[in-house]
């Protein structure tokens, strides 16, 4: 097994089933840096060694859901909520494109009350308006209409993360007990697909209760569903949510191994997308955006929001960089990637190839 796994990495053969389980268990350490050796490969033949930012705008720990996992859920009555006001998140979007970012994430809980879909619906055109329609913005925002998809991406969203966390119906259901229909989180991919939106989505990688098998189904779901953005990361626990009270058996150096080798099958099997090196990598170690990058990721997402909010938006224990400010933060990670021979492509949208041939083929 081990020698044909080697043959099947040097040359880029289509891994199955056996394989990727193989891999993700493996303690093999030939095989385990093979891996990263060829998803890295996979990566510089299909995206290239540039690594794009996009500047991310936490805005608002508002949140109508009860996800088990999350620090900022419905029910946590022990953090302050806030919303930026209009005018920070404008600053913050013409500071990110001054930088050359030229990318932007806003993220916020879930929301689907008439104030806040309006809310996201001026900011998008005011940042539009203010930075001349330069930037692009991706958008991750839970689960909407797909009318509120449609509105905001009319008002300049062009991009949609909405992440699956887990391709089995089941743990979804435990994961989010006020919300269980994983059948509807799926249609709402196909609504962003059809609206017009670069589509992401991802899982979490460790979950109690998550099976080997469960992560292989993650990523033929990416594949099946067409998905142009993976932002994947290990599952970090928050200690006052009620899935920390299942955790029983958790080594960090077990979930960033994971992480990266989701990371590394990830790019193997669906080549030309875009892969995030997620913060949470760099929670379980102190350089594991760099090796997020080394085992096939090509998107980093610093932290444009004002230090003053952070403390309140903490969806799992241990989040870094919570006094960096979106200065230090630009400094910091571009020191990383730069150590990792990669550079950092400013003023670059970044858009995922396989999103480019998708549109092109059907003459978007
Ligand atoms: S994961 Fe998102 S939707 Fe769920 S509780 Fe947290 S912020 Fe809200």
């Not at 794009?52 to 805005?59: D, L, P, S, T, V």
């Not at 193997?268 to 990598?281: E, M, R, S």
């Not at 929670?283 to 760099?290: I, M």
């Not at 910091?332 to 041939?357: M, Q």
Request: proline share 3%; glycine share 8%; charged share 25%.
């Amino acid at each position: 097994m081990k020698e044909l796994l080697l043959i099947k990495l040097k040359n880029h053969d289509e891994l199955d089933r056996d394989d990727m389980r193989f891999l993700l268990e493996t303690g093999d350490q030939d095989l385990r840096n093979a891996l990263m050796e060829s998803a890295y490969r996979m990566k510089k033949k299909h995206v290239g060694v540039s690594v794009y930012f996009r500047g991310i705008i936490e805005f608002s720990n508002q949140c109508s859901r009860d996800c088990s996992y999350c620090g900022i859920r419905r029910s946590n009555e022990d953090i302050k909520r806030f919303r930026i006001p209009m005018d920070e998140i404008v600053e913050a979007a013409v500071w990110a494109h001054e930088s050359d970012y030229a990318s932007i994430l806003l993220q916020s809980g879930e929301r689907r009350d008439s104030d806040s879909i309006n809310f996201v619906e001026t900011a998008l055109k005011n940042i539009w308006q203010a930075t001349n329609g330069a930037l692009r913005v991706t958008l991750s925002l839970g689960d909407q209409t797909e009318e509120t998809y449609r509105r905001w991406h009319e008002a300049g969203a062009a991009r949609y993360l909405l992440r699956i966390e887990t391709s089995n119906a089941d743990l979804f259901s435990k994961l989010h007990p006020d919300d269980p229909d994983h059948a509807q989180r799926k249609q709402s991919l196909v609504f962003l697909r059809n609206t017009g939106y670069q589509v992401g989505t991802g899982v979490m990688i460790g979950l109690p209760g998550q099976t080997t098998d469960d992560l292989i189904d993650d990523i033929c779901f990416f594949r099946k569903m067409d998905i142009d953005m993976i932002g994947m990361g290990p599952y970090l626990v928050h200690s006052d949510t009620p899935l920390a009270a299942e955790v029983f058996d958790y080594h960090p150096e077990h979930q960033l191994e994971l992480g990266l080798r989701m990371i590394a099958l990830t790019r193997l099997f669906l080549k030309d997308v875009n892969i995030a090196a997620t913060t949470a990598l760099q929670a379980l170690a102190h350089d594991g955006r760099e090796q997020g990058i080394m085992a096939g990721a090509n998107v980093i997402m610093p932290n444009l929001t004002d230090v003053r909010y952070r403390e309140g938006y903490q969806l799992y224990d241990g989040k870094p960089c919570m006094d960096e400010n979106a200065t230090q933060c630009r400094g910091c990670l571009t020191d990383r990637v730069n150590s990792t021979g990669e550079n950092i492509a400013f003023g670059e949208w970044g858009d995922a190839p396989h999103y480019v041939k998708r549109t092109q083929a059907v003459g978007v």
